[in-house]
């Protein structure tokens, strides 16, 4: 293992720090080819929260002059639902071949609250790719980094994996580009200064404007914490406890949007039924919807959850959980 990378790497501290401040657009004549660097199935296995915020100034845009960013971010952000996935082990990759300028694999899973001030980038990979092309590979799982500088990498090898160090909230991969040192959004790499230009993306990737992470029942409102740990969901409930409970994990919620909740028995009988509106935009979050338990007690046997987000009039997503009452 290899706590920090050489006087000829540099540190591995994170767009904040390591990253120029200076953004350019990238030579037409010699574009990088980036495949997925997560071995994951888009908008299943693994979502986009944030994208290259391309406004100059204080304020966030991402390419399509949207809000998916934040001020200052300089790469794309791969995440998984929640630290039970992350747990379960999810390989990050190496979107291009190219040389491992250096690595860090030290750094504790603990997020921004465990970080040592200089390793904003948490456990992380360099990698060159020729023509002042460089691929960033932040916030990796500690122990897991599985190179080390000069080795030769290919499209698609495994690096280490998703982890939650250094500067995060959440368990991702933070992926940036790089060329001659200015940061290149591989979504639209012309002038990154601007948005809506359309330059041909370095990767085949969809634009993911948000969605469900999670979702499950509980006898109460749950803990934040067990949303994201991935411990909230109950799949077996009392039926004289506090109440029924449908909760829902999101990411990028918009405000504006809807949530609907609706609670049946396995045969089609509607206990709850619920809307809830986004007041305003968040990128990650949870909802909650339920009833308190009748006098009577629930009566025992299959319960099934549907929520659906709503933008705009449209449904963008949607899912269904459920749970045994005993």
Same mark, same amino acid.
């Given at each position: 293992?290899?706590?920090?990378?050489?006087? =000829?790497?540099?540190?591995?501290?994170?767009?904040?720090?390591?990253?120029?401040?200076?953004? !350019?657009?990238?030579?037409?004549?010699?574009?990088?080819?980036? !495949?997925?660097?997560?071995?994951c199935?888009?908008?299943?296995?693994?979502?986009?929260?944030?994208?290259?915020?391309?406004?100059?100034?204080?304020?966030?845009?991402?390419?399509?002059?949207?809000?998916?960013?934040?001020?200052?971010?300089?790469?794309?952000?791969?995440?998984?639902?929640?630290?039970?996935?992350?747990?379960?082990?999810?390989?990050?990759?190496?979107?291009?071949?190219?040389?491992?300028?250096?690595?860090?694999?030290?750094?504790?899973?603990?997020g921004?609250?465990?970080?040592?001030?200089?390793e904003?980038?948490?456990?992380?990979?360099?990698?060159?790719?020729?023509?002042?092309?460089?691929? +960033?590979?932040? $916030?990796?799982?500690?122990?897991?980094?599985?190179?080390?500088?000069?080795?030769?990498?290919?499209?698609? +090898?495994?690096?280490?994996?998703?982890g939650?160090?250094?500067?995060?909230?959440?368990?991702? =991969?933070?992926l940036?580009?790089?060329?001659?040192?200015?940061?290149?959004?591989?979504?639209?790499?012309?002038?990154?200064?601007?948005?809506?230009?359309?330059a041909?993306?370095?990767?085949?990737?969809?634009?993911?404007?948000?969605? =469900?992470?999670?979702?499950? @029942?509980?006898?109460?409102?749950?803990?934040?914490?067990?949303?994201?740990?991935?411990?909230? $969901?109950e799949?077996?409930?009392?039926?004289?406890?506090?109440?029924?409970? =449908?909760?829902?994990?999101?990411?990028?919620?918009r405000?504006?949007?809807?949530?609907? @909740?609706?609670?049946?028995?396995?045969?089609?009988?509607?206990? $709850?039924?619920?809307?809830?509106?986004?007041?305003?935009? +968040?990128? +990650?979050?949870f909802?909650?919807?339920?009833?308190?338990?009748?006098?009577?007690?629930?009566?025992?046997?299959?319960?099934?959850?549907?929520?659906?987000?709503?933008?705009?009039?449209?449904?963008?997503?949607?899912?269904?959980? !459920?749970?045994i009452?005993?």
């Amino acid at each position: 293992m290899i706590p920090r990378l050489t006087a =000829l790497a540099a540190a591995l501290t994170g767009a904040a720090v390591f990253i120029s401040a200076t953004l !350019s657009p990238a030579r037409a004549e010699a574009p990088l080819a980036l !495949s997925l660097p997560v071995d994951c199935t888009l908008g299943e296995t693994c979502f986009i929260q944030q994208y290259v915020d391309r406004d100059p100034g204080p304020e966030a845009r991402d390419f399509t002059c949207g809000g998916l960013s934040y001020d200052g971010h300089r790469g794309t952000d791969f995440r998984v639902a929640d630290r039970a996935a992350m747990r379960e082990g999810v390989a990050v990759l190496a979107a291009a071949p190219g040389t491992v300028r250096g690595v860090r694999n030290t750094a504790p899973d603990t997020g921004r609250a465990g970080m040592t001030e200089g390793e904003e980038c948490g456990n992380g990979v360099a990698i060159t790719h020729g023509d002042g092309w460089e691929t +960033q590979y932040c $916030h990796l799982a500690q122990g897991s980094v599985t190179v080390v500088p000069g080795d030769a990498v290919e499209t698609g +090898q495994p690096l280490g994996l998703i982890g939650y160090s250094g500067n995060t909230e959440f368990p991702h =991969l933070h992926l940036s580009v790089r060329r001659d040192g200015a940061t290149v959004d591989p979504f639209d790499p012309s002038d990154t200064a601007t948005c809506g230009a359309g330059a041909a993306p370095l990767w085949p990737l969809d634009f993911d404007t948000g969605g =469900l992470l999670t979702t499950g @029942f509980s006898g109460a409102i749950p803990d934040y914490e067990a949303i994201q740990n991935g411990t909230a $969901h109950e799949s077996r409930l009392q039926g004289d406890g506090e109440a029924l409970v =449908l909760w829902a994990f999101l990411y990028n919620g918009r405000a504006g949007d809807l949530l609907r @909740f609706r609670i049946a028995t396995e045969d089609g009988r509607l206990v $709850h039924e619920a809307e809830i509106a986004l007041d305003r935009s +968040q990128a +990650q979050l949870f909802r909650a919807s339920g009833r308190r338990t009748p006098p009577e007690a629930w009566p025992a046997g299959p319960y099934v959850g549907e929520i659906e987000l709503v933008r705009g009039g449209a449904v963008i997503d949607r899912a269904t959980t !459920s749970a045994i009452v005993d």
